[in-house]
DNA sequence: TTTTAATTTGCATATATGCGCATAATTATT
DNA sequence: AATAATTATGCGCATATATGCAAATTAAAA
């Protein structure tokens, strides 16, 4: 890749997020930090970037807005991401729901996979829409406040009309006696819809939702067929799980 | 292989993906890269291409030479969101397009508009996500790359399901003989639904849109009812625009 | 504070580039 | 047609640029 169309592609995540992280782009563009960094400069020499710890902002950044504090176990959900990844193939169809831990597989998914991704949450479209060879669809309906994800009949009636590879979720409760549980009932609705719309279902849960359980219920253990925690798949934690799912 | 015809070739892989590696022409053309590098040269005096370490740029694409455009209307762009702010009332119903003038608009919506909005780009669902007492609903669809809004089919007969008090959209191209303007299509299309949808239009332009045309034609410039700019309604600038549509 | 993460710096390596020259191909001249 | 002149091409080498790695430094976070 020329050095151009990097400083291309850092502009493009900076006027769509306003704000860019050195180690996201490190992963998207596929070059080391130090690269980023020395691009960072030169963009900054130019005027068009402003260069903040951990990352670059836009000139015309103001602090209060977009200032996501998702830190939080962000690494975790990076460990996550990197197996998730594992389960898509090239020319796959995806369904994939929001959430921080889905956010961070999409910003961590390759600059040259060429599949299909429906989606149901904004920021997941906008953390895919600069890959080149992605077919991106949202799936629309009401914007549901707390979750940040479609919901509703139209959701719901648009689900059943698609069938895909593969359904990427995350958990909010998670136990074997109770299954996958949430606390939404529209979500529980859309999740059951994804579901049914995909022939394999991947749960991407860190380990702190394990063995926790929701007010809902939205299915079974054995209903999910992959479940990817920052663990090693032979942790004791995990133990439990063994029999239903498979442990990535 | 004359070298006219290298020439002819160079300047087809770079009218075709914006960029060209020595290296690749090297082995396409079967010649070796010093010969690309010495073709590079003619091309460059002859102003075609740019050369960049490892191959050449088309000039459009080249970032030192675009340097400036975006950032610097921005605060263009919050003048016209404020006045825009104005044509939202208690409990209507707005139908809003994406493009960064409408994403300024979006950030500065007050707190306690009490309204529905039916969005069709990510960037805008976000920026809305946060207001209290809006409904968001986002009109699904395949997530066109250049400008980040849902378009195809499915997005058409969404809207033509749909009635609004007003569109809002953003200006590519305006000028008194030729109307509102675009390049893309697809966008056109979308548009061209929307305003079905709703009772009324406006539109949101940077002064440096008007008076310049696109190469598609969305609509006659009476068919819009508010134009919105960040010039004052009395400046001459304006002042052919007066008789078709209503200026704020 | 201590601890962690990000950045800078210097260095090593790989790749790209420009130049001189020899050779091959093309064109012009006899 | 043969030869000279011109132009195009490839190769080796010196230099410049780009990139990654690791240690040292600095900034943020706990």
Redesign the pocket.
């Known amino acids: 890749?020329l050095?151009e169309e990097?400083l291309k592609l850092i502009m493009r995540e900076v006027n769509l997020h306003n704000k860019v992280?050195?180690?996201d782009l490190s992963r998207l563009l596929?070059?080391?930090?130090?690269?980023i960094?020395?691009?960072?400069?030169e963009l900054i020499d130019a005027g068009k970037i402003l260069?903040?710890?951990?990352?670059a902002v836009s000139p015309s950044f103001h602090f209060p807005h977009n200032m996501q504090s998702d830190?939080y176990a962000r690494?975790s959900k990076q460990i996550i991401a990197e197996k998730a990844k594992k389960l898509l193939k090239k020319d796959c169809t995806v369904l994939i729901e929001g959430g921080t831990t889905i956010i961070e597989l999409a910003k961590a998914i390759s600059n040259d996979l060429h599949a299909t991704f429906f989606v149901l949450s904004p920021q997941v479209a906008i953390a895919l829409s600069d890959r080149e060879r992605l077919d991106v669809i949202s799936i629309g309906g009401k914007l549901s406040r707390n979750s940040n994800v479609h919901t509703g009949a139209s959701v719901i009636n648009q689900l059943s009309e698609i069938k895909t590879d593969l359904c990427i979720i995350g958990a909010n409760g998670l136990s074997v006696a109770e299954g996958l549980t949430d606390s939404d009932w529209e979500i529980v609705q859309v999740i059951k819809a994804m579901m049914r719309a995909a022939q394999k279902v991947a749960v991407l849960s860190i380990s702190e939702k394990l063995n926790t359980t929701q007010r809902l219920k939205v299915c079974e253990l054995h209903a999910v067929d992959y479940l990817i925690t920052e663990l090693p798949p032979d942790d004791p934690f995990l133990a439990p799980y063994k029999n239903s799912v498979e442990l990535l």
């Open positions: 890749m050095k990097r992280l050195s180690a596929d070059v080391s930090e130090d690269t960094r020395r691009d960072f400069k260069k903040v710890h951990g990352g830190v690494e």
